[in-house]
C-alpha cells in the first residue's frame, strides 16, 4: 500500500486495483481503502474489471480486459473506463472506452508475455482507426516513453515505470 500511496499523492492520474484473485468483498474493501488515501492531485482510481465493485464502491472507474463485455455499457458522465487492446484490430472494441491500453508495446518488463510486441507503429496506426485516446503499455520505461507519446499515444501505463 505504501508504494500506491505514494503515487497517488505524487499526482498519477488514473491508478488501477489489479487484484483478479480477490473475492468480491475483499476486493471491495481494499478499493475502499485505496479511496481513503489522501488525494491532493484527484488520482482517479479504477477497479480491474469488476464495475460492480467499481459502482458499489464509488471508484472512478473500470478497466475492462481483453474479452470482457463491451465498454459502451458503461458509459456514463464521470465514470472511466478503459480497455485492453492487443492487436489493432481490436480498435472496434474501443467504442465506448475512456481511454484503450495498448499492448505490448515492447517486450513487458514485469510479465512474461508470449505475445509480440507491437511497437509503436501500432500506436499510430491504431490511433488513426479509433478516435479513443491510447495509453501505451509493456515494457515503457523513461527511454522508450517519449517515443509512445510522439507516435500518437495520450500517455503511457506501467508496473516497472513506476516502481519505487
Known sequence: ???????????????????????ARDLAALTREVLRIPNPHGTKILVNDRADVAIVCKAHGVHLRDGSIAPAGFARPGFIVTVSCHRIEDAEKATGASFVLLAPIF????????????????????????????????GIDRENAGECIAAGAA????????SL
Do not use: N, Y
Open 1 to 23: 500500500m505504501a508504494h500506491l500511496s505514494h503515487w497517488i499523492v505524487e499526482g498519477v492520474e488514473l491508478v488501477q486495483i489489479r487484484e483478479r484473485d480477490l473475492p
Open 107 to 138: 517486450k513487458p518488463l514485469s510479465k512474461m508475455d508470449s505475445r509480440p510486441a507491437l511497437g509503436t507503429a501500432a500506436i499510430a496506426e491504431f490511433t488513426r482507426r479509433s478516435s479513443t485516446p491510447v495509453l501505451a503499455l509493456g
Open 155 to 162: 500517455g503511457i501505463a506501467g508496473i516497472t515505470c513506476f
